[in-house]
């Protein structure tokens, strides 16, 4: 048995798989509720309540408690409502794993956010293309030109091919929906708090080390998955995969090195540079050899990138679920 003990490994492979095809189909309908909205509104409600700015060591246990509460609370919540779903029925409880899993995935809304980039920057309206970059960055985008806005847009799809996709699935596999957003709870904190700023230094420290440490082995796996699904879009996936062994230990990320790498090897351009955060300077290591230079085309061609790795992932999940269903192996 698997997710928490709710579902056979053959139930939940098949559910998984189906769960990324929801998402893929139908993104996040904005009529339905979203559990990460709920999620964030809880953190914005403890923050307010929980937040001091010294002694450090204060700061730090009250984040703590934020970022405890909020990942076992989302589990439990989800965990709470899939076995009331299957004590009614189990068909209802089927559907209902499936769709809170899917809200912890995010490969249609990432495509989708990469191209509304893309379609202004064709069209030449740089301030509607910095506007939609802004969205997904947290880097200032008021004065960047095409080549910055599609860096920014580039690394941002690259690095979330681990968070909204990958490592959604991995935890989906191993606790069912309960799994899935105890991940997505953490990976909400580290995106609200998990700042190394005056503010969030101390308070958000355990929110991000929560971060690093479950997207440890799904970065890593993804290298290999986007070195394939560079194969599937005729890029060289061993140029990714240089480019990650020479490249991804220099990001200032444990993580984020390895999915940038992997894009920037593949696409043969160089990621990296000058990042500007409320007017402040910071350098992220380059990566990757620059063999041409970036233009609004290598949008597209990461989110072709991304839709590969999402179709190498979900065919792998059905192989999966066919020899389990069949016994085989």
Not at 125 to 144: F, H, K, P, Q, S
Not at 170 to 184: E, K, N, S, W
Not at 284 to 294: N, Q, S, T
């Amino acid at each position: 048995m698997t997710g928490l003990a709710l579902f056979t490994w053959e139930e939940t492979l098949w559910m998984v798989a189906a769960a990324l095809a929801v998402d893929l189909a139908v993104g996040d309908p904005s009529r339905l509720p979203h559990p990460v909205v709920a999620i964030g509104r809880w953190i914005r409600w403890m923050e307010a309540r929980t937040y001091v700015e010294a002694p450090r060591e204060r700061s730090f246990l009250f984040g703590v408690l934020l970022c405890v509460t909020t990942a076992a609370g989302s589990a439990a919540a989800a965990w709470l409502i899939v076995r009331c779903c299957l004590w009614i029925h189990p068909w209802l409880g089927y559907a209902a794993n499936v769709w809170l899993v899917s809200t912890t995935i995010a490969w249609r809304g990432l495509a989708d956010a990469g191209l509304r980039v893309y379609r202004p920057l064709v069209a030449g309206r740089l301030d509607e293309a910095r506007m939609y970059t802004g969205y997904i960055v947290g880097r200032d985008t008021a004065a960047l030109d095409e080549p910055e806005l599609t860096r920014a847009t580039v690394e941002t799809v690259a690095e979330n091919t681990v968070d909204a996709v990958l490592s959604p699935v991995v935890f989906a596999l191993l606790g069912g929906a309960a799994g899935a957003m105890l991940y997505r709870a953490a990976n909400t904190l580290d995106s609200m708090v998990g700042y190394r700023n005056a503010r969030y230094l101390w308070y958000g420290k355990a929110s991000a080390r929560l971060d690093d440490v479950l997207n440890w082995i799904p970065a890593r796996l993804s290298a290999l998955l986007l070195a394939g699904a560079a194969r599937l879009r005729g890029l060289p996936g061993g140029a990714a995969l240089r480019t990650v062994r020479r490249y991804a230990r220099l990001h200032p990320s444990p993580n984020s090195g390895y999915p940038e790498s992997a894009v920037a090897g593949a696409l043969g351009v160089r990621l990296g540079g000058v990042n500007m955060y409320s007017g402040v300077e910071s350098f992220r290591a380059y990566m990757g050899e620059p063999r041409e230079p970036l233009r609004k085309e290598h949008i597209v061609r990461t989110v072709g990138l991304l839709h590969a790795f999402g179709g190498l992932l979900l065919g792998g999940l059905l192989c999966a679920a066919v020899l389990v269903t069949w016994g085989i192996g």
